[in-house]
């Protein structure tokens, strides 16, 4: 991993995409580690994420970048460039409730998920020790009922102090105004403890309930200025029976909602999901 | 299995119920094989399937269904008694598709699905070969457009003559109507090719393509006048990939359908479900 | 819950059972809350659980018990009665690798999973913070490879002291001795990381990628001195692929032995699992 | 699809290997319309599946078949390479339980399963009309339990004779001699009803049971001469209960074992299955 850099690309597809990228690639003197690639046959839109082991390119991966920001011009490219040992910089928003967040934290402590997180935000003072006995700064940026505004402009400043590569909303239960969700566009991540389209909005546990449904689920999804609108990255659900009041539902909830939150955040940070319109594709691992 | 009898009874929960229907068995001198119960405390209210082994009942079957409805008319309960050898009289409705139908005949002819078929109904001639080679008569009444009243009316007169313990619609792609919903409560189980309630009415794969959902499913339910809205008897989901187009969604949705649907079927025809309000309760085998 | 007392039996069928059992409940002023039933028609033997408010039994759950082990004696049963207000005492046996520790520990303080933690023990002292900050007493007993008799000898005598309803063994990567197992028979609840029986003993993750599985899982067991024998009480499988290397498996599997774990430990400290041989019956909730 | 031509390869890796294959058809003035890649990297082997438009160079598939062999050679490669629209030539083989064969018959009917199908081979004529009546000849292969070898001898025959591209064991309930494992390696399609590497051999589902597993699976596999040991294609689970007799697992098994064997089939056919040794790389679709 030492040398690997990853190129993210989409772009209008055309004939001989893959073979001029590739072909690229091996003229710059890199050695292709891993290739993905996709072609939307609708949207005739080309897709590809490749890991390249740039340590055989003499200027290393900044001279990669500044000779395939001519190619890419060439093909209309949305792009980056980025080394794999450079870690993501993932903020973290979380209200009262901390299955999400412990989940998060866990796995980062244990090396699973690799990314700094230089704060975790809350508009609610509850969850400061489980973030700062981890060692991670933590902080209060209330948000007043009465005047959200402010408190929200509080944030944007935080969010831009903080430089993220994502932010990630864990049940952070407010709804960001559209500035924000502009400002960090396919930036935002967030956990919708329902199987959307279902059951968009407030309480979908409840409503599940109301609704009999045998199964529930949680979506890990990108935030836009529309409510649980965004792309979905990825969705967990688990069966339930008529015994399973909505209680029940909220705990069997948690454990999808982890699950889905971790793999969208996982997926995110090593550069796999490409975003076209509302539908991601992602290359998972 | 051959004195075997199934007693299926909601009602208001009180204290003592289960010891009282319990006590009335053996009372009878019957003797209970399985028991489910549920009692739903939102709802204050009490499900329950007991399967009873009345080989030892003077009187058999007939006589516990008298003496159960002094004791139910106290409860105010509504409730079955069946013998579990007098096989369900199931009526399929298709159209033009055969996945859903195929699957029901074959676990039928091979003795999974324990019911009699007394016919096939369609809007097409289309799937009559596949009906007629094992058996089955097919009867076809069209459903013209311009002028679905009058097909709708020829359906009823068939459904009735054919006295059926349930009607399936194994995608009838037809929305019947109130008067048949009504008539027919309770007995007509639907397969909506959605994990409900995403994707409500037409062409949902089309919409789970464009919205870009990692999971799609499929819903077995019962019809009401509500289009999509009835109680939920199962659901079955499978994952899907950025790389599926809406023709594989159909596809790998096929496969959703046939078991949701052959599970709702299974459990109905064996007195499993109960119904209250919008939800079911399942007791699965 | 307040007044609630689980029953818990099991012992050879006959005629009558159910009813004679509610039928007591009954006699003695209880009213059923909730009754889970199963007979096993192959081994002609009787299960049950029944959750009864036992507020309005004079005499409460001590009058119950009494009584009942006149009616258990004649039915030759074995069976627990338990107020379900007195939590049980779960010890955790752990190692090296936190991941099942950190989850039960998050259960548990979030109240989802309802129990006491006398101690947590570990033959490393890795763990010590993350059981400390908990607030919960961590004792270290090394066991030496060299001499692990004495080790266990340790082990016994503070499993003794701390009277466990169940010792959860959170990848605790020592093999129980014959004598431990024995002596806290039907209460030391293992997860194994592999789905049993495939993978038995040492390294499954390494075996199943070898292998080319396509599946991995993981399994919670009650110990017994065969190894990875006893009963299963649940397990948890995730879809793997070809690009999954062996350390991808353990991060996958690490995901389905908390699953697992957690849910086997909730049954059992509600009294859900009832065990017959090598086979368990969990009334799952 | 109509030019589409489908090239299959694996080799030692070495740098510049995908390069040089995207190079290759480029310069062969072929358009590449999806390519799969994955390096192995405790193997250091290659692997690749790439579909090309053909219709763009001159001479076809054929000339890009000739070149390629140069290449190939090289690299010390074994590839494939097939035009899409050639349909593969299935066998299948059965016993007399009729479910897989049911399923596969009505998954090529409706399309969805797109081979030839030459013949259906059976030691019993159980399953002739299931056949026949689909307009696929059925051929008696009888295997005399005294005089195996022979029975054996014609079905070698037989399948000399029906050229197949793969021979599909669908419960054929015989295990293959050898030589036919042998000659027909990489082509014979098993599906084995257990989550194997669990429950190797016969009666899997009585031992799941015995055994009280809580999840019961098929394997889809490359036959071997070593029993249930071949390269896993895809597998497929399903939870079970304690309520679920042998019987329950025969039912809920065979939707489990009609999916894994399709979608193994499908992705066969589609040469989408690689195999290195016990491991299958699979480029599923």
């Known amino acids: 991993m030492q040398n690997t850099t990853l190129l993210k690309i989409t772009c209008p597809d055309r004939v001989g995409l893959l073979a001029g990228i590739t072909g690229f690639v091996a003229a710059q003197g890199g050695n292709l580690l891993e290739v993905h690639q996709f072609t939307d046959p609708d949207a005739a839109w080309f897709f590809a994420r490749l890991a390249i082991d740039t340590g055989t390119i003499e200027g290393g991966p900044d001279r990669l970048r500044d000779e395939f920001a001519v190619l890419a011009r060439e093909l209309n490219a949305q792009w980056t460039i980025r080394e794999a040992s450079r870690r993501m910089r993932v903020v973290i928003l979380v209200s009262k409730l901390d299955h999400c967040l412990a989940d998060l934290l866990w796995r980062w402590q244990s090396g699973e998920l690799d990314v700094e997180i230089p704060v975790v935000i809350s508009n609610h003072d509850t969850l400061a020790p489980l973030v700062e006995r981890e060692g991670v700064p933590f902080q209060l940026i209330p948000v007043d009922p009465a005047d959200k ?137």
Not at 237 to 265: I, T
Request: charged share 25%; hydrophobic share 40%.
């Open 149 to 285: 505004e402010s408190g929200f402009r509080d944030l944007a400043t935080t969010l831009r102090g903080a430089r993220p590569d994502a932010i990630v909303l864990a049940r952070y239960m407010q709804i960001l105004p559209d500035f924000l969700c502009e400002e960090f566009a396919g930036k935002i991540i967030n956990i919708h403890h329902s199987f959307l389209p279902a059951f968009i909005g407030a309480n979908p546990y409840r409503r599940a309930h109301e609704r009999g449904v045998k199964l529930i689920g949680a979506t890990c999804h990108y935030a836009t200025p529309q409510l649980d609108d965004g792309p979905i990255i990825d969705q967990e659900v688990v069966r339930v029976e008529h015994y399973h009041q909505p209680e029940d539902l909220l705990r069997l909830g948690r454990d999808c909602e982890r699950l889905a939150l971790a793999r969208g955040v996982r997926y995110h940070v090593a550069d796999r999901v490409l975003v076209h319109g509302r539908r991601t594709i992602v290359f998972r691992d």
